[in-house]
């Protein structure tokens, strides 16, 4: 039973990760990729902190108005237990969250998913999008 | 990414004619104008009797009362979400005068000491005639909000700030610190509907919005106001609006309620408004607070009071034991009590000391580990090497540290008068300096200035008369919050009770 459920998540997780890259390719139109970019965690804390209103990265904290965002890189999208709250869009998605893929999607959060309920302007410069990501990452 | 908005905003208005059946007159320019004139509307898409622009607590606060008073009423909401910047925030309502809730858990206020409070902790000159409403009213405004479905625990905190203990009723200001404790009898007054993780403002969305469903009020999500509608005769009768890029107007028989919230992610408009509020580092508010009604309302005549003052806050605390540290400006000096309501300190650092200050504690007094709010400037074992290492003048921090260690250890401050319980000498090595700045800690801010109003929220052109039809309330206005911020709940508090005035006004408005 377990190696079908280890069977199940993997070949589920294979398939959201497609998913992801082909979003990534659909919606990245900009002409920056992540991979141009150094990103500065401790830039990136400040970067982040807006987004406080609603997403904790701390563990302990859990979740608020948003899901908690305690390493995110790597879950499915949409399906953290004990948060309530997911739009539509986020409750039906089939993709893993990547460093790629957020990057993509704070360039222009209304692009990519229009119905989020996320009440974010996004980041628009791509330095302060991979300076958040590189401050997400110390939490894991 | 504010600017981006204002852009397409500006293409908008430049494409002039539109789908709606606005014929706009050959001599004006639609991307400069300020209003719309009722003579290029030659048909209204919607017509309702009193129009709310905005979800948040004004806006549906206004929604809920003008649906009382048997006008139809319909709210638009730019995002794809109702509840404003007032679901994200902690939901506390400043409250008092004796509260059921308040005399439940056997605590007496009165209206005068609430009073006192409000109108002398904060800035100077306020609106004493919405502070003397808002005090004489908040008794029956907590009703109201009971009545309406917001739920309140039978518990009290003496933490300071939001608690984890499930506590609806708290210190949420300076009450208790000096000079206020002694020149008005302190109570608690931050009225909070618990729910987990410090979602107060979620709970009490969730409760105003399914009794403003339950009356018929009627909302529509991603419809974004562009230009009011303005009479001949001066008064507002509609607005333009954009619903997902197409241009449509709606027709307010009784009238407009602007509830759009302040400008703190609009960066031009606070770089041009707010200058002190650009340099901290954290706008905080949903991402609707564009400046927006407060933009109309400027167009259609309105005068626009107290725009650069705002809510500023890097806080010391939770947890407690960090009071007991010392803030200090760039030369080394206390500038406040560290008691006090983090955005009282937030306001001095922000506005009067150029952003910049710092943090002193000793072992006791430290910041927890792991805690992201400031950065570490210097740590060492004695203060002079402290000072050293951080480049303050010199001698600056030893003195400081000194004086107050000499006065602490006998638990007394002079200077600020800090109580008792968070007074001990800063004298257990390691020593830490952290940034307190508005630019290098979290410092978050939001804006406070906006429309005038009376205490009907009927919105004041700058003659300084009444622009008939048109209403304006929380963050849309210049109201009872100033910087500084005096206590938790004043800003939702004000956002409640005058859209509740708003509402009231604009139903009983029918000529």
Redesign the interface.
């Known amino acids: 039973m377990k190696a079908i459920l280890y069977w199940m998540f993997f070949t589920t997780k294979t398939a959201a990760l497609s998913v992801t890259v082909a979003l990534i390719l659909a919606f990245n139109t900009q002409a920056e990729s992540l991979s141009e970019f150094t990103g500065d965690a401790e830039k990136g804390r400040l970067v982040f902190a807006q987004c406080r209103t609603c997403h904790y990265p701390e563990k302990i904290i859990g979740h608020h108005n948003g899901p908690n965002l305690h390493a995110i890189f790597g879950k499915v999208a949409g399906k953290q237990v004990g948060f309530d709250d997911y739009s539509e869009t986020f409750k039906a998605a089939q993709f893993v969250w990547t460093e790629e893929l957020l990057f993509a999607w704070l360039a222009n959060v209304e692009a990519m998913f229009p119905e989020t309920t996320m009440m974010s302007l996004g980041v628009t410069d791509p330095q302060q999008r991979a300076d958040l990501i590189a401050y997400l990452k110390r939490f894991r | 990414?504010?600017e981006?908005?204002i852009d397409r905003r500006t293409l908008l208005a430049s494409l002039a004619t539109s789908a709606a059946g606005i014929a706009l007159s050959q001599h004006s320019s639609a991307g400069t104008r300020v209003a719309a004139d009722s003579q290029e509307i030659k048909k209204w898409d919607i017509v309702t009797d009193v129009l709310v622009a905005g979800s948040g607590a004004a806006g549906i606060s206004a929604a809920i009362d003008a649906r009382r008073g048997g006008a139809d009423v319909l709210v638009v909401e730019k995002?794809?979400?109702l509840g404003g910047s007032s679901?994200?925030s902690g939901g506390v309502i400043y409250a008092g005068g004796g509260t059921k809730l308040q005399k439940a858990l056997g605590f007496s206020d009165s209206v005068e000491s609430m009073y006192h409070y409000i109108a002398n902790s904060g800035r100077k000159h306020p609106h004493l005639d919405k502070i003397q409403r808002y005090c004489e009213q908040s008794v029956a405004h907590f009703d109201w909000l009971v009545d309406n479905g917001v739920p309140y625990n039978k518990r009290f905190s003496n933490g300071k700030g939001l608690g984890f203990d499930e506590a609806s009723l708290y210190y949420s200001g300076s009450e208790e610190a000096w000079p206020w404790r002694d020149e008005c009898k302190p109570a608690p007054r931050g009225h909070v509907p618990w729910e987990?993780?410090?979602?107060g403002g979620?709970r009490l969305m969730r409760s105003l919005l399914a009794s403003a469903k339950k009356l018929g009020v009627k909302t529509q999500k991603r419809v974004c106001g562009e230009r009011l509608v303005v009479e001949s005769d001066g008064r507002v009768t509609g607005m333009l609006v954009d619903i997902k890029g197409e241009r449509a107007a709606i027709k307010a028989k009784r009238g407009i309620v602007l509830a759009c919230g302040g400008f703190i992610?609009n960066r031009k408009m606070v770089k041009l408004y707010a200058p002190e509020l650009y340099d901290c580092?954290?706008?905080?508010?949903?991402?609707?607070d564009l400046g927006i009604g407060i933009q109309m309302g400027m167009g259609a005549g309105a005068a626009a009071l107290r725009m650069d003052q705002g809510f500023a806050i890097g806080p010391i605390y939770p947890p407690e034991n960090t009071i007991a540290g010392i803030a200090v400006n760039q030369m080394g000096q206390r500038f406040t009590s560290e008691e006090g309501y983090h955005a009282v300190m937030g306001n001095i650092v922000t506005y009067k000391q150029d952003g910049i200050a710092y943090f002193i504690c000793d072992k006791d007094s430290d910041r927890p580990r792991?805690d992201?709010n400031q950065?570490l400037v210097a740590e060492a074992n004695t203060i002079e090497e402290l000072e050293q290492k951080a480049g303050f003048p010199i001698g600056s921090l030893q003195m400081s540290v000194n004086y107050y260690n000499e006065h602490a250890k006998n638990g007394e401050d002079p200077m600020y008068h800090k109580s008792k319980k968070y007074l001990s000498p800063i004298d257990k090595p390691p020593f830490k300096v952290y940034d307190l700045s508005v630019d290098k800690s979290?410092y978050?801010s939001h804006t406070f200035g906006g429309l005038q109003t009376n205490v009907n929220s009927q919105v004041i052109n700058v003659w300084g008369e009444v622009i008939n039809g048109l209403y304006a309330a929380g963050r849309n206005t210049s109201g009872l919050p100033t910087s500084p911020y005096i206590a938790s709940g004043i800003s939702v508090g004000d956002c409640t009770f005058f859209g509740r005035q708003a509402g009231q006004h604009a139903a009983a408005n029918k000529s």
Request: net charge positive; aromatic share 4%.
């Open positions: 990414m504010s981006k908005t995002l794809n979400k679901a994200l987990k993780g410090h979602q979620k992610h580092s954290v706008p905080w508010a949903n991402a609707g792991g992201d950065p979290m978050s």
